[in-house]
């Protein structure tokens, strides 16, 4: 970051954030572990199963998101410093961990891009 700052002075603009890899990567991480949003509350469409669960055509379900960032699969099995428990923002400059949408730290759908669609961590979360 050091050197953004070379580059771009000691003014935040667009152009040193972008350029911000790591600080980028903090960002996401901490929102992994610590997603704004609790978790996604919906309406079942149609009857699924859960788990070995059948859920009702119309039942309402929760997906708490800390419990899917801790479970996501891209993670779930690693060692060491990719295991979910552990704190790595490394992780998110993987090409697993800039895939895109992968997380929803804000929650998802129209309200989530009505509120958040401002927050340019937002986009690429």
Same mark, same amino acid.
């Not at 970051?1 to 771009?8: D, E, G, P």
């Not at 779930?76 to 060692?79: E, K």
């Not at 490394?90 to 961990?97: A, C, H, I, K, V």
């Given at each position: 970051?050091?050197?953004?700052?070379?580059?771009?002075g000691d003014q935040l603009t667009a152009a040193a954030l972008k350029e911000m890899t790591y600080a980028d990567a903090v960002i996401?991480?901490?929102l992994r572990r610590n997603p704004v949003v609790a978790g996604l509350f919906r309406v079942a469409a149609?009857?699924?199963?859960?788990?070995?669960?059948? *859920?009702? %055509?119309?039942?309402p379900v929760l997906a708490p998101l800390d419990y899917?960032?801790?479970h996501d699969d891209r993670w *779930?099995? %690693?060692?060491d410093d990719l295991h979910p428990s552990v704190f790595n923002p490394?992780?998110?400059?993987?090409?697993?961990?800039s895939k895109p949408g992968a997380q929803m730290p804000f929650g998802h759908g129209p309200r989530c891009v009505q509120y958040c669609s401002g927050s340019?961590?937002?986009a690429r979360a």
């Open positions: 970051q050091a050197a953004v700052v070379i580059r771009h996401k991480e901490t149609q009857d699924f199963d859960l788990g070995g669960y059948q *859920v009702p %055509q119309g039942t899917v960032a801790a *779930v099995g %690693q060692a490394d992780r998110m400059m993987t090409e697993e961990g340019s961590c937002t």
